[in-house]
């Protein structure tokens, strides 16, 4: 079975950075799709960025209101996920989640037809979360 353990959560100052991992094991094959999301308590999931693997390959997707602030990442050798967090701000403060599913997941806008990460429905698995709480 799949498990997904995330690390890297804490305090830190608003402007400031922090990078989260995420270490997975229990895949039967190197095809897989592994996501960011976070949540606040009383608001809905949000889902941050995915990183897809198919044929050796990794392709990444971003959540819009990312903007380049967030950078997703993996050593697929260490079965590693990163989420580098730049330019933290009080409103980043939720927790943290990986998920993951079998197969190269995604899925397509409606608005602009790009690809985009697929839903939080489709990821079976998931990890306990880790806290990020931006406060001076």
């Known amino acids: 079975e799949v498990q997904l353990v995330e690390s890297g959560g804490g305090l830190v100052q608003p402007g400031k950075s922090l990078t989260l991992s995420c270490a997975y094991s229990?895949?039967?094959?190197?095809?897989?799709?592994i996501a960011w999301f976070r949540q606040v308590p009383g608001k809905e999931r949000e889902e941050i960025s995915c990183?897809?693997?198919?044929?050796?390959?990794?392709?990444?997707l971003y959540a819009d209101f990312v903007m380049g602030r967030f950078t997703i990442s993996a050593d697929t050798a260490e079965h590693t996920l990163y989420l580098q967090l730049n330019t933290l701000q009080p409103e980043d403060t939720a927790v943290y989640y990986c998920?993951?599913?079998?197969?190269?997941?995604?899925?397509?806008?409606?608005?602009?037809?790009?690809?985009?990460?697929?839903?939080?429905?489709?990821?079976?698995?998931w990890g306990p979360g880790t806290q990020v709480t931006v406060s001076s």
């Open positions: 998920a993951a599913v079998d197969g190269e997941m995604a899925a397509i806008s409606t608005t602009t037809l790009e690809p985009i990460c697929a839903p939080d429905s489709e990821f079976n698995y």
């Open positions: 229990g895949f039967t094959d190197d095809e897989y799709t």
């Open positions: 990183l897809t693997r198919h044929n050796g390959k990794s392709k990444t």
